[in-house]
């Protein structure tokens, strides 16, 4: 069986990885349209649960990758000079280029076909696989040159926001939130190496035009949240890798597969960062899609039918959770209102995912936190 993979992002690399593990006399080739050494963005976050479920499918790549990680156990959210600190969870972050040259090492450990600098143009009379993966997320070109098979639907949302790194180690995941008389402002950070941290600044719509952010320039906007973030960035300056601001996107594809071409990752249905970076579903893609391989074999139309009905609920679910998020993000304006212990606690219920009983139990300390602050305010 011959396989191509375009896009050699995580999910990508990893699926060719997996495949390769259990199907070693399967040709796997991945294409990607960059340089091997290149990325757009700073570092990405793990869950402890979303390396967990990495592990399931394949230990010893989780024990590669941590070696470059920075780990966490506490969330924080800071709000009016206050951080609240939410105990229960666990996270990792990685160097997005760090994840990638181990990921590109694994696949040419187990002898995959990398080929970078080569962008996929569909082939005239016979293809020269069996398989045609579309990793190449959320702009993805087989996606668009395919568009009637897959009915992709895409909706850009209200909020505006931008990648940014800082040379500042965050202590935790953390959420800044910032007002002035022009808007409310978001920030978005956590360390991914000693040294270096990533930064999302976000702001609703009506900030982005009562600041004047909607005629800077990207240079300007990123000075100008260099300064509203001034104290929380300690004095350093936010470093741009094509940090251009834009609207959030929602994506979703009608179907994920059509004869033997099959979507995964953000190709398929982008995510949204505040419930679980977009590198972590990818790779659940990549994952889910190796596991139907193994139960179906060569089937293909049993693989992908067996791929998307396994994996479709659980990306449901955790859209429906995403569509929730974007909302309490899109009226952050009325949430900067509540006091600090309460808007972190509005904050975790967000997405109805978690509930006050599952909050008691996995955040014993910040839900006694939060109920002492409340008989405070009551006093």
Known sequence: MKITVVGAGPAGLFFAYLMKGSFPNCQIRV????????????GVVLSGRALSFIAEAEHAAVKRLTQHMESWTDQHIVHRGTRV????????????????????????????????????????GVDDFDVLVAADGANSAIRDTYGDR???????LKNYFAWYGVEHPYLAHTLTFHSNHLGFFCGHHYRYTPTMST??????????????????????????????????????PLISNKSNWRRWRL??????????????????????PSIGSGTRLAMEDSIALWRAFRQEGKDIPAVFARYERERRPIRDKLNRA?????????????????????????????TEIMSPDRLAKECPNFFEAHREASMREIA
């Open 31 to 42: 294409l990607e349209q960059n340089t091997a050494d290149v990325t757009f963005g700073f």
């Open 150 to 156: 897959f009915g992709p639907r895409i909706t850009d």
């Open 85 to 124: 600190v939410i105990d229960g969870s666990s996270y990792s972050a990685i160097s997005r280029i760090a994840l990638l040259r181990e990921l590109q090492r694994m696949c040419r450990e187990r002898g995959i076909e990398l080929v970078f600098e080569r962008r996929f143009v569909p082939a005239s």
């Open 199 to 236: 930064f999302v600044a976000e702001v609703d719509a009506d900030t982005w035009h009562r600041s004047g952010m909607a005629k800077m320039d990207d240079d300007h906007r990123r000075q100008y949240i260099q300064d509203v973030f001034a104290g929380t960035l300690a004095g350093k």
């Open 251 to 272: 994506i979703k594809s009608d179907r994920w597969s059509s004869d033997n071409v099959v979507l995964i990752g953000d190709a398929q249905r982008s995510a949204h």
């Open 322 to 350: 995403a569509e929730l998020s974007i909302a309490w993000y899109e009226a952050m304006a009325s949430k900067m209102e509540l006091a600090p212990y309460d808007l972190a606690y509005d904050y975790m219920l967000r």
